[in-house]
């Protein structure tokens, strides 16, 4: 074994990792702590590659005293695996030369790192050498007239290779670490946009199909049967429209309506809905906190995550077993949140799903966050659950956790914020299921989708809405301005120039009190929608339903 260019690991992955370096060629040694490592590096080494997390609560002496050691020509290469989200403040300072890899993470991109980590350490062994001829000359220095000129010749040009090779090992650092964050870019948008064009090619084609087949029958005057392409087609587009809202999720880039959340009430009233969803053979436990703090989040996306992690649950257990759901109060120390990025030292609600089934390794726990990754067969499994559960915890404020044992079976946590404001009981509102308009009740459109703008002229033109329509913000300033009657805009927030939430602003100076409905399918701004919505504002998500869009011009015009 080559000691100057082999690879020392420690870490819990160190196993998995030395058999993706040793089948690229590489040398590499397992330390079982960080006593043996230091002592490992000093007899030789190419690099280290060391797991954060396994450095929690351990004296990071041993290695602070190894790095401060080393001679003059030597900064060891260290690999810091992190994990995604990890905040630079939670980084050791004094490891020095760190070329951070972020899990999950693709083979190719270790050995990439690991190439670029032994071409760095090579160029310090040739320093070495260069310094050693240096010391050498100096010596001969001492010497006759002759030997000093022909070394002080030497040592000329000796420097300025030593400058040039500086620069050049500078440049080379800078160019490596660039093309490794492009690398991992594309692996992440690669692994994204094919999973993205699979699903929703599959979606477009119940789509399109359904509506070719329509067509069809419709030219031959065939009536009959049209209910089952309808319903086919409905239901690819309710699948797309649920992959859109996943991928925004896990981007924390969906509107969320953050509310008081009473935990145990809202797992007691799903409990029936969780049951239909598993099988007999699987016991449904519950273990609700006494005195639970009410934590603060979307409603609908607690249900929808704790809907996703029963059935990953129930799919672990193939044979049956033991399903638990946990709530409980816990306060998060520094200590926990220094590892995770913009998580908050404070009070926290966890909702805590435990499963007896199948577990996973830490090769599957390290990437089941990622959009698309999936260990279920085809057609089962979209590999979106975790991580729109993911990014609805990050942009809640809040944090998911997993633990997991082969064979033993997988807890998954997740904790949202405790709510520090006084909880406001909700009104029963009283629902009128007539939606049609009274007379002379007046909604003006902004939308520059010109399909999107079309359709909901028709809905409000069925219902006996009178309308205007208004394609961007500058056609609908003019219409605000003048003296026509308006109880209700509707306006889509990603406008062209100006957007929606800046047109309600004008609208609200121009007209007082003004009544803002505000459609959207993505807007940078309006994900949180307790700080995007003033009193009589309200908001929409895109696809919706007709009868919300129809329930909700009712609902903001009757005030």
Same mark, same amino acid.
């Given at each position: 074994?080559?000691?100057?260019?082999?690879?020392?690991? +420690?870490?819990?992955?160190?196993?998995?990792?030395?058999?993706?370096?040793?089948?690229?060629?590489?040398?590499?040694?397992?330390?079982?702590?960080?006593?043996?490592?230091?002592?490992?590096?000093?007899?030789?080494?190419?690099?280290?590659?060391?797991?954060?997390?396994?450095?929690?609560?351990?004296?990071?002496?041993?290695?602070?005293?190894?790095?401060?050691?080393?001679?003059?020509?030597?900064?060891?290469?260290?690999?810091?695996?992190?994990?995604?989200?990890?905040?630079?403040?939670?980084?050791?300072?004094?490891?020095?030369?760190?070329?951070?890899?972020?899990?999950?993470?693709?083979?190719?991109? +270790?050995?990439?790192?690991?190439?670029?980590?032994?071409?760095?350490?090579?160029?310090?062994?040739?320093?070495?050498?260069?310094?050693?001829?240096?010391?050498?000359?100096?010596?001969?220095?001492?010497?006759?007239?002759?030997?000093?000129?022909?070394?002080?010749?030497?040592?000329?040009?000796?420097?300025?290779?030593?400058?040039?090779? @500086?620069?050049?090992?500078?440049?080379?650092?800078?160019?490596?670490?660039? !093309?490794?964050?492009?690398?991992?870019?594309?692996?992440?948008?690669?692994?994204?946009?094919?999973?993205?064009?699979?699903?929703?090619?599959?979606?477009?084609?119940?789509? @399109?199909?359904?509506?070719?087949?329509?067509?069809?029958?419709?030219?031959?005057?065939?009536?009959?049967?049209?209910?089952?392409? @309808?319903?086919?087609?409905?239901?690819?587009?309710?699948?797309?429209?649920?992959?859109?809202?996943?991928?925004?999720?896990?981007?924390?880039?969906?509107?969320?309506?953050?509310?008081?959340?009473?935990?145990?009430?809202?797992?007691?009233?799903?409990?029936?809905?969780?049951?239909?969803?598993?099988?007999?053979?699987?016991?449904?436990?519950?273990?609700?906190?006494?005195?639970?703090?009410?934590?603060?989040?979307?409603?609908?996306?607690?249900?929808?995550?704790?809907?996703?992690?029963?059935?990953?649950?129930?799919?672990?257990?193939?044979?049956?077993?033991?399903?638990?759901?946990?709530?409980?109060?816990?306060?998060?120390?520094?200590?926990?949140?220094?590892?995770?990025?913009?998580?908050?030292?404070?009070?926290?609600?966890?909702?805590?799903?435990? #499963?007896?089934?199948?577990?996973?390794?830490?090769?599957?726990?390290?990437?089941?966050?990622?959009?698309?990754?999936?260990?279920?067969?085809?057609?089962?499994?979209?590999?979106?659950?975790?991580?729109?559960?993911?990014?609805?915890?990050?942009?809640?404020?809040?944090?998911?956790?997993?633990?997991?044992?082969?064979?033993?079976?997988?807890?998954?946590? +997740?904790?949202?914020?405790?709510?520090?404001?006084?909880?406001?009981?909700?009104?029963?509102?009283?629902?009128?299921?007539?939606?049609?308009?009274?007379?002379?009740?007046?909604?003006?459109?902004?939308? #520059? #989708?010109?399909?999107?703008?079309? +359709?909901?002229?028709?809905?409000? #033109?069925?219902?006996?809405?009178?309308? @205007?329509?208004?394609?961007?913000?500058?056609?609908?300033?003019?219409?605000?301005?003048?003296?026509?009657?308006?109880?209700?805009?509707?306006?889509?927030?990603?406008?062209?120039?100006?957007?929606?939430?800046?047109?309600?602003?004008?609208?609200?100076?121009?007209?007082?009190?003004?009544?803002?409905?505000?459609?959207?399918?993505? !807007?940078?701004?309006?994900?949180?929608?307790?700080?995007?919505?003033?009193?009589?504002?309200?908001?929409?998500?895109?696809?919706?339903?007709?009868?919300?869009?129809?329930?909700?011009?009712?609902?903001?015009?009757?005030?």
């Amino acid at each position: 074994m080559n000691t100057r260019e082999r690879a020392i690991l +420690l870490g819990a992955d160190s196993p998995h990792n030395r058999t993706l370096l040793e089948e690229a060629g590489y040398d590499a040694l397992i330390a079982p702590d960080l006593g043996q490592l230091c002592q490992t590096l000093a007899q030789g080494a190419g690099m280290a590659i060391i797991a954060l997390d396994g450095l929690n609560g351990i004296d990071l002496a041993p290695l602070r005293l190894y790095l401060s050691q080393q001679p003059p020509w030597s900064d060891l290469p260290i690999i810091l695996i992190i994990n995604r989200g990890i905040g630079e403040d939670a980084l050791p300072a004094e490891l020095g030369n760190v070329l951070l890899l972020e899990r999950p993470f693709q083979a190719n991109t +270790l050995i990439s790192l690991a190439a670029t980590a032994i071409r760095d350490r090579r160029r310090q062994y040739e320093l070495r050498d260069r310094l050693h001829e240096l010391t050498r000359l100096e010596q001969a220095l001492a010497g006759d007239r002759s030997e000093r000129e022909r070394a002080q010749d030497q040592l000329k040009r000796l420097n300025e290779t030593l400058e040039q090779q @500086i620069e050049e090992r500078t440049a080379q650092v800078r160019h490596n670490e660039e !093309a490794l964050h492009q690398a991992q870019k594309m692996e992440a948008v690669g692994q994204l946009t094919g999973g993205i064009a699979h699903d929703f090619n599959n979606m477009l084609t119940g789509i @399109i199909g359904s509506l070719e087949l329509m067509r069809r029958r419709l030219q031959r005057g065939r009536l009959d049967d049209l209910d089952g392409l @309808i319903e086919m087609g409905v239901t690819s587009a309710n699948r797309a429209a649920s992959l859109t809202h996943r991928l925004l999720a896990f981007s924390r880039r969906q509107s969320l309506d953050a509310q008081p959340v009473e935990m145990n009430p809202l797992v007691t009233a799903m409990v029936e809905l969780l049951q239909r969803s598993l099988n007999e053979s699987i016991d449904l436990r519950l273990l609700l906190g006494d005195d639970l703090w009410v934590a603060e989040a979307d409603p609908h996306q607690v249900e929808s995550a704790l809907l996703n992690l029963v059935i990953n649950a129930r799919d672990a257990m193939p044979e049956g077993g033991l399903l638990q759901i946990e709530t409980r109060n816990q306060h998060l120390d520094e200590r926990f949140t220094r590892g995770q990025q913009n998580l908050a030292v404070g009070d926290y609600v966890v909702l805590s799903v435990s #499963d007896n089934g199948c577990g996973m390794p830490q090769s599957i726990i390290d990437r089941a966050f990622d959009p698309f990754f999936t260990t279920k067969p085809i057609g089962q499994g979209t590999g979106l659950g975790l991580s729109m559960i993911y990014g609805f915890s990050k942009q809640s404020r809040g944090h998911v956790a997993i633990q997991s044992t082969e064979g033993k079976g997988t807890t998954v946590s +997740l904790y949202l914020p405790r709510h520090s404001g006084e909880q406001v009981e909700a009104e029963p509102q009283a629902h009128d299921d007539t939606q049609v308009a009274g007379k002379g009740e007046t909604v003006l459109i902004v939308e #520059d #989708d010109s399909a999107v703008r079309l +359709l909901v002229c028709e809905v409000l #033109d069925e219902l006996g809405y009178t309308f @205007i329509e208004a394609r961007d913000a500058n056609a609908a300033v003019p219409i605000l301005e003048s003296a026509q009657h308006i109880d209700l805009m509707i306006s889509d927030v990603g406008l062209p120039g100006m957007n929606g939430r800046q047109l309600a602003e004008i609208g609200r100076q121009l007209r007082p009190g003004l009544k803002v409905l505000f459609i959207t399918g993505y !807007a940078e701004h309006a994900e949180v929608r307790a700080g995007f919505l003033e009193p009589g504002m309200q908001m929409i998500s895109k696809p919706f339903a007709f009868e919300l869009l129809s329930a909700k011009v009712r609902e903001m015009i009757e005030g």
